[in-house]
């Protein structure tokens, strides 16, 4: 009789899947009247702070607050100011009601993740508008019994939720080829843990999600910063991290929540290096580069946040994030086309308008498992290339060794953006040698060499028979001659082939030895084909591409001139059998090798 009671306890604390029954679920506890609030994102430091130092913004935005709108567009960031810092009564009244229909709507949408196994991007927004609003509710004075004691129990039911082994674990079939998505199931078990720090369970799912969040930041970038995933994908990993370490550096359940770790760094300042100068189709802002599966003018506010965050810390790291804040247009976001759970509705007040901005220094850069970036300066009239390469090739296309050029400060050679595809067939759709030869395994192009010089960059790569290698010859006046040359050679396996230069362009103008690429803004660029002999060049003219026919094994040369539309085009001529090239400008005579 007694095994008998002692089995139907052990049945009743499970359900399919391992998960707690409602009833085992600590949802009342002691303390949790003791927490001071918020604490979240912001304490009440912070908010007393901000009222002191942006009273004419918050007014400004308190006055948009209408409570007929509710979290549609803007209305949670109203809503947060109007109820925390202007304190009005019926915007802390809206708020209430709608933390705890939120919240039950979390719970819903998490339990259905649960069920049919979809990623936590499922329940993104709810969780983020749940967890952001239960922290201003829990601060409120006219919040009832009944109700606080509503939103402490939901809270801590999607903590259980979040915390299933069977909701996103580490290790899992499922967890293994979607970075983003282990970070946000961890990020939630971080911010759900700081917001109800006083739980039986909090610090146990700190730590694991702390534990998790280490382990990311240690491996999910190269050594030089660059991450696991393309830019968009990447931000909504590195707006999770913000998020998680914010809240765990405000929880006190942690002594080092890695708000302020040098990975946290590393990686924003690979966001900041490949960021596009300002860019006239994106209302002269600069942008995240539409490498992978990026969007097409997608910019964030993850600059001007870890610039608050740092100016303190660093106060020269924070001025150049500032910089970056203010050359993207003081984007409000972390990116465009998804749900960013993490600081949603405190952003506006995570920046610092009054901070200095202060134009950085940054230099070319080998992100060894990420791709390399070749630059003469920093700044509007930039010349630049990336190209694609290495194993942090999740949520890419087949497009590793692909190359994109910006000449003068305009986009002259650009890759494919995640809504609009050129090809389906994706090698054929990007600027890189095409199949059979680039295939392995990875489908990646391993960086072989990477050199940097005050006058002259190099960088080299293989995909198996194909190499890829690049020589800049710069200038710190970015008005001087600033051009590439890109060699390209394929084995005996690897030909025939199709190399392709996917360009933006007005038009494209055949001349002698090559194209020249007439801009659609102020700045041309002329294509010189080096190696006319085995790998003559037969170049195919349309609207956004040239492509040349590759017969047999060897080598494929050409000179990237970009210019103003107002200069005259250089004076090439191949030497060494195509194995150089000699350019003349009206700077000088540059002699140029690669072979």
Same mark, same amino acid.
């Given at each position: ?184 199931? +961890?990020?939630?078990?971080? @911010?759900? &843990?700081?917001? /109800?720090?006083? =739980?039986?369970?909090?610090? $146990?799912?700190?730590?694991? %999600? ?84 990026? +969007?097409?003018?997608?910019? @964030?506010? &993850?600059?001007? /946040?870890?610039? =608050?965050?740092?100016?303190? $810390?660093?106060?020269?790291? %924070? ?277």
């Amino acid at each position: 009789m007694r095994k008998r009671c002692l089995g139907a306890l052990l049945l009743s604390l499970l359900l399919i899947g391992g998960r707690l029954l409602s009833e085992e679920m600590i949802l009342s506890w002691k303390g949790s009247d003791k927490v001071s609030r918020p604490r979240l994102y912001l304490t009440a430091e912070d908010v007393e702070r901000i009222k002191k130092t942006r009273a004419a913004f918050l007014k400004e935005s308190a006055a948009k607050f209408n409570h007929h709108v509710g979290l549609e567009g803007n209305g949670m960031d109203r809503m947060v100011v109007a109820a925390l810092f202007a304190e009005n009564p019926a915007a802390q009244k809206s708020l209430v009601v709608e933390t705890i229909s939120t919240l039950k709507m979390a719970v819903s949408g998490i339990e259905a993740t649960l069920k049919w196994g979809h990623g936590p991007h499922k329940a993104a927004r709810r969780f983020g508008e749940a967890v952001g609003l239960a922290d201003v509710a829990l601060s409120l004075k006219i919040l009832t019994p009944e109700d606080r004691k509503t939103i402490l129990g939901l809270i801590a039911r999607i903590g259980y939720l979040t915390n299933d082994p069977n909701y996103w674990e580490v290790g899992s079939k499922k967890a293994g080829y979607l970075p983003n998505m282990t970070s946000s199931a +961890y990020g939630y078990r971080a @911010t759900i &843990a700081a917001l /109800i720090p006083s =739980h039986p369970m909090a610090r $146990k799912w700190m730590d694991t %999600a702390m534990k998790e969040i280490r382990r990311e930041l240690d491996e999910w970038m190269d050594s030089a910063g660059g991450m696991v995933e393309c830019p968009h994908y990447s931000m909504v990993i590195f707006d999770q991290w913000l998020g998680a370490c914010l809240a765990a550096h405000n929880s006190g359940l942690v002594e080092d929540g890695f708000l302020y770790d040098e990975q946290l760094r590393k990686a924003i300042l690979w966001f900041a290096n490949i960021s596009t100068p300002r860019d006239p189709r994106n209302m002269d802002f600069g942008r995240l580069p539409t490498f992978g599966h990026t +969007y097409a003018h997608e910019r @964030t506010c &993850a600059f001007g /946040i870890m610039a =608050h965050l740092w100016k303190d $810390k660093d106060p020269k790291f %924070a001025s150049q994030m500032q910089w970056m804040h203010l050359q993207q247009g003081s984007f409000m976001s972390p990116g465009i086309l998804s749900y960013y759970p993490a600081l949603k509705g405190y952003r506006p007040y995570l920046v610092d308008p009054d901070l200095k901005p202060k134009k950085p220094e940054w230099k070319s850069t080998c992100y060894p498992e990420t791709g390399v970036l070749l630059r003469n300066t920093v700044g509007d009239r930039e010349t630049s290339l990336y190209m694609i390469a290495g194993r942090n090739h999740s949520h890419y296309f087949n497009d590793s060794g692909s190359i994109v050029i910006w000449g003068k400060g305009r986009e002259l050679c650009h890759d494919d953006d995640y809504q609009k595809r050129r090809n389906k067939d994706s090698r054929a759709a990007h600027s890189m040698i095409d199949k059979p030869a680039t295939y392995n395994e990875e489908r990646v192009m391993a960086l072989k060499e990477f050199k940097s010089t005050s006058d002259f960059d190099y960088t080299s790569g293989v995909r198996r028979g194909w190499k890829r290698q690049v020589g800049f010859v710069k200038d710190k006046d970015p008005m001087a001659p600033n051009y590439f040359m890109v060699t390209d050679t394929v084995d005996k396996k690897s030909a025939p082939t199709i190399w392709r230069l996917f360009l933006l362009a007005k038009e494209i103008v055949s001349h002698k030895g090559g194209v020249t690429v007439i801009g659609k803004d102020d700045v041309d660029m002329d294509v010189f084909f080096l190696r006319p002999g085995k790998v003559a060049p037969k170049i195919k003219l349309d609207k956004e591409h040239i492509s040349v026919a590759i017969h047999e094994a060897g080598s494929l040369s050409a000179i990237l001139y970009p210019r103003l539309k107002t200069e005259k085009p250089p004076k090439v001529t191949s030497i060494a059998d195509g194995k150089g090239a000699k350019v003349v400008t009206s700077a000088g005579t540059d002699y140029v090798f690669l072979d």
